[in-house]
């Protein structure tokens, strides 16, 4: 007898829906196969695996389509959604049977053959890609890129329903569910205004830090050791986890008790390295606090709601918590300790300071906490707008510096250095970039409700105790998988609809005394 099938009994829960968790089950079981295979090629694997690790992992793709399609989900769900008692929206089985039925309606409106088509354009566009960035050559790249967006729009028209109001709305729905352009562009507008006029004011009046000791030589062993320490801290069980080393940091909760984190390092710059670990740490802890453990496990309500939400977990432990004077207080003696000393001859001050600048730059995957948020604006903007047919694809160039220039006052030398620098449209990931800067709302948000909540958190994060914050996340976000929407959640969490002001007085209060403001 399954887990589900037992706690069903107890509870005695009709059998359509213990057959539908049990089916869920297995998926859950047969993705975190698929997510263990992928860790592996990302941190373990030899050169020499990759072809055999190709067709294990497309088999493994085919099994998982094929469980996420099967017809008996879809009985199974016509009959929990005719039975009244299952649908209270109060109840734990209410959500959880309205998810399933988005996830299955989601896998289902596509034909194969625009999956394969997809696939393929993709796989093509990527490589073409490649190479145009590499040879500065963005006409090369405009025809496979308009395949691949053809099919993108065709994909959007399929996954279009009755909550979206623009094909926009339906590829964001694949990553932020409910979440529409026009709210994110209520939210977007003011900020990118109040950012661009923040990086202007810092440019002529402030003065930047000094961070060059940043950059001094650092053993990659001790960076890993303090990394460990800090997030054991923060409360990652690593008797159910890990941190390896990989070359673009991700992180994978593959069950209950298994939750891998991935960081990178180099002598040379440690922030990066530190600042990549907290990152993953804070997508760790929201995986560790998910009730994986029941026998709900692979059903919505044990999952996460939405990139932008576990993207906030992440930004609040490496932004918040990470780039403040109370966490250097109790960290940069850690540090020294780890480094022999390294930091010693750096006083508290310029040391934070050092770690909250904000100057413009051209990449995106560089850029500081300020400055990020433009680049992910300007995204959302040309994306929606080529989505639209507002914008021709042999035009992007020209509109992104134009953009650029706007937003964050500098000249783009070149396509490479442009609007060819990120993989994700030769992925036909369109209504992705967002997430990113959601996230850092959803956590500035959070923060000013946290702090108000817990008034001396500043006093224990100093003294190295992260608990209360902890506690915090889990009651108010881990806890809850996917019962409420991520505007839901927010509200739920704050008491009020997401706003970008929070995210600004956040910025100004760290980086204005960066720059003697
Ligand atoms: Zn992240």
Excluded at 171 to 178: T, V
Excluded at 345 to 366: G, H
Excluded at 496 to 502: C, R, V
Aim: proline fraction near 5%; aromatic fraction near 8%.
């Amino acid at each position: 007898m399954t887990t589900a099938q037992t706690q069903a009994q107890a509870q005695t829960l009709p059998k359509h829906y213990t057959e539908l968790c049990d089916l869920m089950h297995a998926k859950g079981t047969l993705g975190s196969v698929m997510a263990l295979v992928s860790w592996d090629q990302e941190t373990y694997m030899p050169a020499g695996g990759a072809k055999a690790r190709a067709d294990q992992s497309s088999l493994l793709a085919r099994l998982m389509h094929g469980q996420a399609t099967n017809p008996r989900i879809g009985e199974l769900l016509d009959q929990c959604q005719a039975d009244n008692d299952l649908n209270d929206p109060n109840s734990e089985h209410g959500p959880n049977i309205r998810e399933m039925r988005r996830d299955y309606d989601k896998a289902t409106k596509l034909p194969s053959d625009l999956v394969a088509n997809l696939a393929k354009a993709q796989s093509q566009a990527q490589d073409i890609w490649k190479v145009a960035r590499t040879n500065n050559d963005f006409p090369s790249f405009i025809p496979a890129l308009t395949t691949v967006m053809d099919l993108t729009k065709e994909k959007a028209s399929c996954l279009m329903s009755d909550e979206h109001n623009e094909l926009y709305d339906a590829l964001l729905g694949e990553y932020e569910p409910g979440s529409t352009a026009d709210e994110i562009e209520a939210v977007f507008t003011p900020l990118r205004d109040r950012l661009s006029a923040f990086i202007a004011e810092l440019k002529d009046n402030g003065t930047p830090p000094k961070v060059d000791f940043l950059h001094q030589e650092i053993a990659v062993e001790k960076q890993h050791a303090f990394g460990k320490a800090v997030t054991a801290a923060f409360g990652f069980d690593y008797s159910k986890g890990r941190l390896d080393t990989t070359t673009h940091p991700f992180c994978s909760g593959f069950a209950a008790g298994d939750t891998r984190m991935t960081t990178r390092y180099s002598p040379n710059n440690f922030p990066d390295a530190i600042g990549s670990t907290m990152h993953e740490c804070g997508h760790g802890l929201y995986e560790q606090g998910l009730p994986k453990a029941t026998g709900l496990f692979g059903t919505p309500l044990t999952s996460a709601i939405s990139l932008g939400i576990h993207e906030s977990q992440s930004r609040m432990w490496e932004n918040m918590v990470g780039r403040s004077k109370a966490f250097w207080t109790w960290a940069l003696p850690l540090a020294n300790k780890h480094f022999d000393g390294a930091f010693k001859d750096i006083d508290l001050d310029t040391f934070t300071k050092a770690m909250n600048t904000a100057t413009p730059s051209f990449i995106r995957v560089e850029s500081d906490e300020s400055t990020y948020n433009l680049h992910v604006m300007l995204r959302f903007e040309l994306e929606r707008a080529m989505l639209r047919g507002d914008l021709a694809i042999k035009d992007l160039p020209e509109a992104w510096n134009t953009k650029f220039k706007d937003f964050l006052g500098l000249d783009v030398p070149d396509d490479a250095t442009g609007c060819l620098q990120d993989v994700h449209w030769s992925f036909g990931l369109v209504g992705y970039f967002p997430t990113y800067t959601l996230g850092n709302l959803n956590a500035a948000q959070m923060w000013e409700t946290i702090n108000e909540q817990i008034p001396d958190l500043d006093t224990q994060i100093a003294a190295g105790e992260f608990g209360a914050l902890l506690k915090w996340t889990r009651e108010n976000i881990h806890q809850h998988g996917r019962r409420y929407t991520a505007s839901e959640t927010i509200e739920r969490a704050t008491g009020k609809p997401l706003g970008a002001d929070p995210l600004m007085r956040h910025l100004e209060s760290r980086v204005r005394p960066a720059y003697g403001l």
